[in-house]
């Protein structure tokens, strides 16, 4: 299973970290991803890394603003996120999949295991 949390209110060009906490599997051999959908719009890939290496990838609108991390001790997944604008309000969802499978870690539907959502608005 897993847990997101961290969402809320803020402001833009504020900051906030989403927290994905997983319990089963094996996180040291997962790749963690963060997905968001906003309201009307299709789920897009925001970000993912791959253990044990630590590789990351990130969607074009987030790079550079946006980082996710993992702490193998904690079972934990995070989202750092900066600079946030209006147009990241959506809700995010993480997810979990084997390292090593097939797939482009950027494809949801190569995902098997999602967390519920976390919301996140950005004022203008």
């Known amino acids: 299973q897993l847990q997101a949390s961290g969402g809320g209110f803020v402001q833009a060009g504020g900051s906030l970290r989403l927290s994905c906490a997983a319990s089963?599997?094996?996180?040291?051999?997962?790749?963690m991803a963060w997905f968001r959908q906003a309201p009307g719009k299709d789920r897009e890939f925001v970000a993912a890394i791959r253990a044990p290496a630590g590789i990351q990838y990130y969607g074009e609108s987030v790079k550079a603003l946006f980082t996710i991390s993992g702490d193998n001790s904690k079972n934990t997944a995070y989202l750092q996120m900066g600079s946030l604008k209006p147009e990241d309000t959506a809700v995010y969802y993480c997810?979990?999949?084997?390292?090593?499978?097939?797939?482009?870690?950027?494809?949801?539907?190569?995902?098997?295991?999602w967390g519920q959502g976390t919301e996140v608005t950005v004022s203008s």
């Open positions: 997810a979990q999949r084997t390292s090593y499978g097939m797939g482009s870690y950027l494809d949801s539907s190569v995902y098997h295991n």
């Open positions: 089963g599997g094996n996180f040291g051999a997962s790749a």
